[in-house]
C-alpha cells in the first residue's frame, strides 16, 4: 500500500521541488497540494493522509496553528519545511516526526521520508525521535538576520522591511532595493547588502542581481544555460548559467 501524501507550502517553487522528490518514490502517492493554513486544515481532515509536508509560514494560519486545528491526536505523520531554524523545537512541541530546513537536499529529504516510512509502520520509536531533536540542536547557533535595512532617503532614514523587498539591482557602486513600486538608492555594494540578507531567502541569480526567492512566480529554460526568472509583479531577471548552486536551491539545476 503506497503513502498517502499531501504537501502543503504557500510558495509555487517548494511545492514543485517536494513533488519532484516525491515522484521519484514508488512508495508514495501525493494525493492533494495547497497553499494556506484553511485549506491545508479541511484537506487534511477530509483526505486522512499518512503524511503531510507542512510549512510553518502560511497565510493567515501557520503550520502550528493547522496543527492545532486538526488537534494533535488526528494528525497524520507530521515532516515541517520552512526557512528558519527557529521553528525546529516547536515543530517537535506539535509532535511533528521531522523537520526540514530550506534549502533542503535531496539527500536530507531523503532520510526524513525515509524515517516517516518507518514511523507509519511502526518501526520508529521513542529514543530514535529524540535523536532528531539533539541533531537540530546546533542550528540554534546559527547567524540570524535583521528583519529591517536602514536607507538614507531624500535626508532621512527609511526602515525598509526586508520581506518587502522584491530584488536587488547593482547600480555602480551602489544598490538599488526595489519594494513593489518603491525604490531606494543605498551606498553599499551588491556584496555588502547580500552579507546582510538571509541567504536562504535572497539569491544571487547574477552578478548584478539578488532576488527575494518569496517573489518568484516562474522559471523558465533560457539560451545558453541561462535562466529567466519571472517574478510575482511580472518583473524578468535573468540568471547566470555560472550560479549552478542557487540553480539547484531553487529547483532548476
Not at 481532515?45 to 501557520?62: A, I, S, Y
Request: hydrophobic share 40%; net charge neutral.
Amino acid at each position: 500500500m503506497k503513502l498517502r501524501t499531501v504537501i502543503m507550502d504557500d510558495e509555487p517553487i517548494a511545492l514543485t521541488r517536494l513533488r519532484r522528490f516525491l515522484d521519484t518514490d514508488t512508495d508514495v502517492e501525493v494525493i492533494g497540494e495547497c497553499g494556506d493554513g484553511e485549506a491545508a486544515v479541511e484537506m487534511i481532515c477530509n483526505e486522512r493522509p499518512d503524511l503531510v509536508f507542512l510549512d510553518v509560514q502560511m497565510p493567515e494560519m501557520d503550520g502550528f496553528d493547522v496543527a492545532k486545528r486538526v488537534g494533535l491526536d488526528r494528525m497524520p505523520v507530521t515532516i515541517f519545511v520552512t526557512a528558519y531554524d527557529r521553528y525546529a523545537l516547536r515543530a517537535f512541541d506539535v509532535h511533528a516526526l521531522d523537520y526540514l530546513l530550506k534549502p533542503f537536499s535531496k539527500t536530507r529529504f531523503g532520510e526524513a521520508l525515509g524515517r516517516a516510512k518507518q514511523h507509519v509502520a511502526g518501526g520508529l520509536n521513542r529514543e530514535a525521535l529524540s535523536r532528531v531533536v539533539a541533531m537540530l540542536g546546533p542550528a540554534a547557533s546559527q547567524k540570524h538576520y535583521p528583519d529591517q535595512l536602514p536607507v538614507n532617503h531624500h535626508g532621512h532614514v527609511v526602515f525598509v522591511s526586508t520581506a518587502e523587498i522584491d530584488w536587488i539591482e547593482a547600480a555602480g557602486n551602489c544598490a538599488r532595493l526595489h519594494a513593489g513600486s518603491r525604490q531606494f538608492e543605498v551606498r553599499e555594494t551588491l556584496t555588502s547588502i547580500a552579507n546582510k540578507l538571509d541567504p536562504l531567502i535572497f539569491m544571487r541569480i547574477h552578478r548584478s542581481t539578488i532576488v527575494n526567492a518569496r517573489r518568484i512566480k516562474e522559471i523558465h529554460p533560457w539560451f545558453g544555460g541561462h535562466h529567466l526568472v519571472v517574478l510575482n509583479d511580472g518583473r524578468e531577471l535573468r540568471m547566470s548559467r555560472y550560479q549552478r548552486d542557487v540553480a539547484r536551491r531553487l529547483g532548476v539545476g
